[in-house]
């Protein structure tokens, strides 16, 4: 499947005329892009975001060289 994102900036107009190019193509699904800002930023309780370092600290069996 492919997916072809229309931004908003593009409007309705665009994506009527991108659905109406790929109507007979099955493989192409044209979607509308609502999203707006960024989910990263929005600490609206002001929580700060954690991260975590994931990595192995020493594989059990190793020899350390």
């Known amino acids: 499947m492919i997916y072809c994102v229309v931004p908003p900036e593009l409007g309705d107009e665009a994506f009527r005329r991108l659905v109406e190019h790929y109507k007979d193509n099955p ?12 989910r990263r930023t929005d600490r609206s309780h002001g929580e700060k975001r954690t991260t975590r370092d ?3 600290r020493g594989t059990p069996g190793a020899i350390d060289l």
């Open 27 to 38: 493989n192409v699904k044209v979607i509308m892009d609502r999203r707006y800002g960024d």
């Open 54 to 56: 994931r990595r192995q």
